[in-house]
């Protein structure tokens, strides 16, 4: 028997911390398909890649594309360190009021500060993984750098947030912190 893969072993780890926690296929669930239809609507299909490339938390359970099958093991390990952070904010928050902060504040579409909070955390998490698993020159990677502002201000998420330049330098903040915290400013 094969030892199981780093992000197998974070699932374990999720499972301890989170009882209850389980990984299921969006193509498995209605619930993922009617979603992905509210999302076609309201962003006009600008989100058309929901069933394919986004992972969900609802719960205890990560919701996953199909694209995650093929995903490269330190991909889905990246990808575990940011939706952990999903379930440790349904944990502090409650489900009622994290569904409510992350679909309501301001608007549920084109200004949506409660899903900006909640997804600047998420996304801090992503660029320390990013940092600690592919080392700094991957963190101060421009494309990284779009391919996350764009998630801010585009119709991925809503436009949650679409002022590009708040999204930036909260961005370029975040790099600065985790290179100063990893002792490679310099690097």
């Known amino acids: 028997m094969s030892e199981p893969s780093a992000s197998e072993r974070l699932i374990q780890e999720m499972t301890r911390e989170f009882p209850g926690f389980r990984l299921v296929p969006k193509r498995e669930s209605p619930l993922s398909k009617l979603i992905d239809l509210g999302l076609r609507l309201v962003t006009f299909g600008g989100q058309r890649e929901y069933m394919t490339h986004y992972h969900t938390v609802?719960?205890?359970t990560l919701y996953?594309?199909?694209a995650w099958e093929t995903t490269p093991d330190l991909d889905r390990l990246i990808t575990l360190r940011h939706e952990r952070v999903h379930l440790r904010q349904r944990r502090r928050l409650s489900f009622p009021v994290m569904a409510?902060?992350?679909m309501i504040p301001f608007f549920p579409v084109?200004?949506?500060?409660?899903r900006a909070r909640l997804e600047w955390e998420a996304y801090e998490e992503t660029l320390v993984a990013t940092a600690e698993l592919r080392g700094l020159a991957a963190l101060r990677s421009e494309s990284l750098r779009q391919h996350i502002v764009r998630r801010f201000t585009g119709a991925?998420?809503?436009?949650m947030w679409p002022f590009r330049s708040v999204v930036e330098r909260w961005y370029?903040?975040?790099v600065t912190k985790i290179e100063m915290s990893l002792g490679g400013a310099a690097a």
């Open 58 to 60: 609802l719960g205890s």
């Open 64 to 66: 996953t594309p199909e």
């Open 100 to 102: 409510f902060v992350y």
């Open 110 to 114: 084109g200004l949506a500060y409660g």
């Open 156 to 159: 991925d998420y809503g436009w």
């Open 172 to 174: 370029d903040r975040a």
